[in-house]
């Protein structure tokens, strides 16, 4: 149980074009969900928390108005990249938490690889 | 949130029992030890959690030392699978986050190399 899956897996875009990527809880319903990023070779580092039905948290330095993050449901996350230049390449990863454990026991999904040329 | 300190690389012979350590000696009453490992290019996978009592599953075992400042990750047959970055993190349950639940902090993780 509590997978977690993001679509798509990797994507190759121009600059100054705009990307959604898809978070989904396949087998659990998911209050929150997490957006996080990683470039090569460092950590994956918190960009925001979106709880369903509500706007999202971001984390200090993470532009709202370039990553959009729509949470209408409770087994679906999206993070729009809007104008996407080359520096926002990145591992993009979303997590989402189990509603019902009393635990901050995250579910990841597989990653989204970003190419902006 | 507390801050943790884990050894950069480590190696381990496949078969062989690896042990993963972790020091988190600001560690408040409240916070739980989760273990979590990326295998490269994939996203985090939960491995275990604890509070002070050890814990075993299905994938690892976790001993807490009884000050709780340090903890060991155990699995006990490593395979060339387990190759990951594994990251200790403390953080508070979800009844200690105000209800809401909280994104994690990751640090830089210890590499494990499990060797043929």
């Known amino acids: 149980g509590a997978v977690v899956s993001q679509h798509p897996s990797r994507v190759i875009c121009k600059s100054g074009t705009s990307v959604k990527i898809e978070c989904r809880s396949l087998d659990f319903q998911a209050t929150t969900m997490f957006w996080y990023r990683q470039f090569p070779k460092q950590s994956l580092m918190l960009m925001a928390t979106s709880n369903e039905g509500s706007k999202a948290t971001y984390e200090q330095g993470v532009e709202k108005d370039k990553f959009l993050i729509n949470h209408a449901s409770l087994t679906l996350s999206t993070l729009t990249v809007t104008s996407a230049h080359p520096e926002d390449s990145s591992f993009y990863i979303c997590s989402a938490r189990w509603w019902d454990t009393s635990y901050n026991e995250q579910f990841f999904g597989p990653g989204t690889r970003l190419t902006v040329l | 949130d507390a801050k943790t300190t884990q050894p950069t690389s480590m190696d381990c012979a496949e078969g062989r029992a690896a042990n993963l350590p972790c020091n988190h000696s600001?560690?408040?009453?409240?916070?739980?030890v989760y273990w979590y490992r990326q295998i490269h290019s994939q996203g985090p996978q939960y491995i275990i959690h604890g509070l002070k009592n050890n814990e075993t599953n299905e994938m690892a075992s976790l001993i807490i030392t009884e000050d709780r400042k340090s903890s060991t990750l155990i699995l006990p047959h490593a395979t060339l699978r387990d190759t990951a970055v594994y990251y200790c993190i403390v953080r508070g349950g979800f009844m200690y986050s105000g209800g809401g639940a909280d994104g994690l902090t990751f640090g830089k993780g210890t590499h494990l190399i499990i060797q043929p």
């Open positions: 600001t560690i408040s009453g409240n916070e739980y």
